[in-house]
């Protein structure tokens, strides 16, 4: 079995950054850490946030960076950054934001993860005018621990609509 490689994402792979998108959030959140989302909301996001439309429409996006780890042609996960749009009063459109890092059930353990957040945090330094900011959710330590590791500290909280229901979210700041 060959290496994953990691490489830009292409307009060619919204349709499958969608049905990674989706299953990962439900592998996460839903059957992982075992939010109890009301199913309309959850299937209202999920059509939302990861139809293919959408998702190219996102790759498109001005100032937005996309990479995926791809392994024979299959997508096993990815990072997007852009503009910042987190709620926080520091906070600027000119300051770069990690959006999501996804990495399948299937590819935990690779390192896929830490090398994506890696080439992601070198593009944000270089596009940005400002501190670095993520969103993570308040129960996922394995995440707010990796970026812990690379500099990133607790300046704030808010809720993150999944549907009509609010996820409690911290957010974190570097520099």
């Known amino acids: 079995m060959t290496e994953p490689v990691i490489r830009p994402a292409l307009d060619a792979d919204a349709a499958a950054l969608g049905v990674l998108g989706r299953q ?11 939010i109890p989302y009301p199913a309309d909301d959850l299937k209202a ?15 498109k996006e001005p100032g ?18 852009g503009p ?12 770069a934001e990690l959006r999501r890092l996804y990495v399948s059930k299937a590819a935990q353990g690779l390192g896929l993860g830490t090398k994506l957040l890696a ?3 070198e593009w ?16 996922n330590l394995k995440a707010q621990k990796l970026y812990a590791a690379y500099g990133f ?9 999944v549907g009509r229901w ?3 979210e911290f957010i974190l700041r570097r520099g």
């Open 153 to 161: 500290a607790k300046a704030g909280e808010y809720q993150y609509p």
């Open 166 to 168: 609010l996820d409690d």
């Open 24 to 34: 990962t959030f439900i592998d996460t959140f839903v059957d992982g850490f075992a």
């Open 124 to 139: 944000m330094e270089a596009h940005s005018d400002g501190p670095l900011w993520i969103g993570v959710w308040s129960g």
């Open 45 to 59: 996001f999920l059509d939302a946030s990861f139809s293919p439309e959408t998702i190219r429409s996102k790759l």
């Open 84 to 95: 910042n749009t987190l709620p926080h009063p520091d906070a600027r459109p000119s300051h």
């Open 64 to 81: 937005a960076a996309w990479w995926v780890a791809e392994r024979e042609g299959a997508l096993l996960a990815f990072a997007n950054t």
């Open 119 to 121: 080439v992601a945090l």
